[in-house]
């Protein structure tokens, strides 16, 4: 029943609640706001005991709040409510709006679940509206401020001062409390997620700053050179930044640097590696020049960086002196191929030489003076559907590999097939080889072709037996080197060993090969000094001609059996002169 009064206590109470409703939102943390929801319970909605509940993220509740008797909060603080317990109780007894009261005739089934409480026993009430110690009143709380949003927590209270259960304006009381908290509970929660992101953004960023430093540092001072390029577009291998390392390897300054891309850097004969190892990222030895024109060998090795937002990328390139590695293996492989007496090529480099200018196919038909230009692919197949032609251009039958006019047969089928398959890797069916062709018969014909002149030597071993092993190596030397004086400087001399020397001379007649031989033989004749002792040696050279068709072993055992008919011949006429 309403009194006079009660207005003033409705103004009362709504100061009181605006007051608490104020001191939430001044709250720095969450835990403040917490505490200062259980206490403007008691100061300022006039109960002797407010609890705060809150919904932890495993969707149990713990007291996180007490406010009005501090044995009860030493008791209860910190424990854990089961939410299955608390969906229970917030299902029971009568709905006063958002609010749920349960009197002391139905608690006592909730004596035994694992919900904390606190309560006292009592006599039973007098009149109809005192409170009893057992009765229980919860304020449920939801994050949009309403019983269909999340449920975040629940504000449990306890004896009211006046000793009456709350009518109706104390109830609207409570619920409005219940949706200001919950606000204030929401904006402290944002609070606190948006202070640890900003700490962990602060964490990230101070890291992100560790390790650019570290990186500059390792960049700046590396003791191999390092550069950062653009990958990708029209600038692409532009050099963005480079180390002190790199700019003394080149001798170039680091302004003239961020001039230049590596393919402006690279030797001609290397840009193609330089370009798949920047399209795939790797590893790759090629020479890079530098300021005083001279090229060092380096080992590139380039790493395919991307920003941190996967924008536009970068190539990280390594870049090593192995100048003096390089140095070592060419130095090495010289050795291999090379006599190391005279210095000329030896018998494993001449056949290389040699195998290299001759294919499969054999000359079928005499050749004209023309060189053709054919693909070099190995064996005929037949192709189907192909038609092959004569010289009249008439088709000769159907699937029989083309002819041209020197004998050598071009087979579509096969140089498609071919230029698929991994040894054919990076040649095309109109990749050609010129075919070694020979002159026909003993007259000079006109052909031009590969001569091979066997040469060894007279006398030779009359000079090593007499004055030893010392004179017979400086006459060797000295024979190498009037060789290699007597003939164009794409011509090969090699030494097969012993006194015999080889000449690779392509483009000549037969009438051309004989006259080199006599230069040469003539070349050799001259007395050689040694030691102050003159020493004279004669040669004998057969002459051979190598075409596709031929191995290397056949060509030079070819020629190799000339020299000896040339030998014999030198031999008889001598002594028909005696």
């Not at 919904?55 to 501090?70: I, Q």
């Not at 790493?303 to 937002?309: I, K, M």
């Not at 190391?340 to 290389?352: C, D, I, K, W």
């Not at 091979?452 to 000079?463: E, H, P, T």
């Amino acid at each position: 029943m309403e009194t006079e009064s009660e207005p003033y206590v409705r103004l009362a109470t709504l100061r009181q609640l605006h007051q608490v409703v104020a001191e939430l939102n001044t709250a720095r943390s969450l835990a403040d706001t917490l505490q200062a929801v259980a206490d403007g319970v008691v100061t300022g909605l006039g109960y002797e005991l407010g609890c705060v509940n809150l919904v932890r993220a495993d969707g149990d509740l713990v007291v996180a709040a007490f406010a009005g008797n501090p044995a009860a909060e030493a008791l209860m603080a910190g424990r854990v409510g089961p939410r299955g317990d608390w969906e229970r109780r917030l299902s029971m007894g009568e709905g006063w709006g958002a609010l749920r009261f349960i009197p002391h005739t139905e608690g006592w089934v909730l004596v035994d679940d694992d919900v904390p409480q606190w309560h006292t026993d009592g006599p039973e009430p007098r009149f109809e509206d005192e409170w009893h110690p057992a009765d229980r009143l919860y304020a449920p709380m939801y994050a949009t401020g309403s019983a269909g949003g999340e449920l975040i927590g629940v504000i449990s209270v306890d004896r009211p001062r006046n000793g009456r259960k709350p009518g109706p304006w104390g109830q609207e009381a409570l619920q409005m409390y219940a949706f200001q908290a919950a606000i204030a509970i929401s904006n402290a929660r944002l609070r606190a997620n948006m202070q640890r992101a900003l700490v962990r953004l602060e964490r990230e960023q101070q890291a992100l700053r560790a390790s650019e430093e570290s990186f500059r540092q390792a960049f700046e001072y590396a003791p191999s050179g390092m550069a950062i390029a653009e990958m990708g577009g029209d600038q692409h291998g532009r050099i963005l930044r480079t180390n002190d390392a790199l700019c003394r390897l080149l001798g170039r300054p680091a302004a003239a640097m961020r001039r230049y891309s590596f393919s402006d850097l690279v030797h001609p004969e290397d840009v193609g590696t330089l370009l798949r190892t920047s399209a795939e990222g790797g590893r790759a030895e090629l020479r890079l020049g530098r300021r005083d024109g001279t090229y060092l060998w380096v080992s590139l090795r380039n790493s395919v960086v991307a920003d941190a937002t996967d924008g536009p990328r970068f190539l990280l390139t390594h870049v090593e002196d192995i100048e003096e590695r390089k140095r070592r293996e060419l130095h090495l492989a010289h050795r291999a191929s090379h006599d190391a007496l005279t210095g000329l090529p030896n018998s494993a480099e001449l056949r290389s030489r040699l195998g290299a200018r001759l294919c499969g196919r054999p000359q079928s038909v005499p050749q004209s003076a023309i060189e053709s230009l054919d693909a070099a692919y190995g064996g005929a197949a037949p192709y189907d559907g192909s038609l092959a032609y004569d010289a009249n251009a008439s088709p000769l039958y159907e699937g029989a590999p083309a002819y041209d006019s020197n004998g050598h047969g071009f087979d579509f089928a096969r140089a498609a097939a071919d230029s698929a398959s991994p040894a054919a890797a990076g040649y095309g069916i109109h990749d050609h080889h010129v075919h070694v062709v020979a002159p026909q018969g003993e007259h000079d014909d006109g052909t031009k072709g590969l001569a091979v002149l066997f040469c060894d030597l007279d006398g030779f071993k009359s000079i090593n037996d007499r004055f030893g092993h010392h004179t017979g190596d400086a006459v060797l030397i000295e024979v190498a080197r009037r060789l290699t004086s007597g003939v164009r400087d794409g011509d090969t001399v090699a030494r097969l060993g012993g006194d015999e020397f080889v000449v690779l001379a392509d483009g000549l007649g037969r009438a051309d090969a004989a006259d080199l031989a006599v230069r040469l033989r003539n070349a050799i004749i001259p007395p050689i000094r040694v030691d102050g002792r003159a020493v004279r040696v004669g040669a004998s050279f057969g002459i051979g001609w190598a075409h596709c068709g031929m191995s290397a072993d056949e060509v030079l055992q070819s020629a190799d059996q000339r020299m000896y008919i040339e030998k014999r011949s030198r031999a008889k006429q001598h002594r028909r002169a005696g």
